[in-house]
């Protein structure tokens, strides 16, 4: 029941993921990985304020191991983050690190703030 | 600043050149800006199925390796660091080896990898630990995950490219006269 939930709202993230990366994509040409790093840290606010609330079991496996952690991606981020330092853009690399750390880890609080004011 | 102009620039190693950057889907490559258009359900639906299967993974790892909020995540940084491992090798593969296969990536790269791996769950397991005073665990965990993340692109990538050698040089030298011609 948990494991279907969880497959349920990744059957969602994922796709999900997807089309923001080609939305984001299709008005940014640039070799930095806007489309994930926008889905990643989107996800992170998600998160952080899903996290923040008392949820019962099956719908904290829907959306927040299910939809938001595939919504995000660690594949992908390390993938885009190896491929810049290999082709030698390593200013790329590191603010790609830096940046989706600090976006991610800012929104995380700030969705949990948020869930905090909701009075979750 | 476009990746060809990059190329010119910093005079990239011919060998690792045709790899795309972003695994997901890059608009670099020409066939992956078509694909949703060739396949407007079979790539949504591969993705969702792969994610399904993905994310059932992640949570198998958690259930069997479990830790409480603001607890070091091994879970997490297992399941991230060997879906990193996947991805280089399945790179490879889609690129050099198998290139007629057109959901192989979608189905496994974002779908399966994209679903067994997570940034959001990485971040708030940071977030978790500095909330619980572990500053110095947050770190390792934040740090050690980065380090093997690379590390496992990389032996990704080599392991493929030894494996099929053969097969990469094969096609690499008949697209080049392709080309020549």
């Known amino acids: ?120 | 600043m476009t990746r060809a102009g990059g190329a010119h620039a910093h005079e990239p190693d011919p060998e690792t050149v045709r790899l795309p950057v972003d695994s997901d889907v890059d608009f670099h490559v020409p066939r992956q800006v078509r694909e949703l258009r060739e396949a407007p359900w079979a790539v949504p639906v591969a993705i969702a199925l792969g994610g399904a299967i993905g994310a059932a993974a992640r949570h198998g790892v958690d259930v069997l390796l479990p830790h409480a909020p603001g607890e070091f995540a091994m879970s997490t940084l297992l399941v991230n660091v060997s879906g990193c491992l996947l991805i280089g090798f399945l790179m490879v593969v889609v690129t050099d080896v198998l290139p007629g296969l057109r959901l192989l990536r979608p189905f496994c790269g974002v779908g399966v990898l994209g679903g067994y791996t997570t940034f959001s769950t990485y971040v708030v397991d940071v977030q978790h630990m500095l909330n619980a005073g572990e500053a110095g665990p947050a770190l390792v965990y934040l740090g050690g995950t980065l380090v093997g993340a690379m590390a496992a692109v990389w032996a990704g990538i080599s392991l493929a490219e030894g494996v099929f050698r053969r097969r990469i040089t094969a096609r690499r030298e008949r697209d080049e006269e392709e080309v020549g011609r």
């Open chain 1, 1 to 120: 029941m948990i494991t279907l939930m969880v497959a349920l709202g990744a059957a969602i993230g994922a796709p999900l993921r997807y089309f923001t990366d080609r939305f984001v994509q299709a008005r940014h040409d640039s070799v930095f990985p806007w489309g994930t790093h926008a889905a990643n840290a989107t996800a992170c606010l998600l998160l952080g304020f899903v996290s923040a609330l008392t949820l019962p079991e099956w719908a904290w496996a829907l959306l927040g191991t299910g939809l938001l952690g595939a919504l995000s991606t660690y594949s992908t981020f390390g993938y885009e983050t190896f491929r810049l330092l290999q082709s030698r853009a390593r200013f790329l690399a590191f603010a790609n690190v830096a940046a989706s750390i600090a976006a991610g880890l800012g929104a995380a609080f700030i969705g949990a703030a948020v869930a905090g004011a909701l009075g979750g």
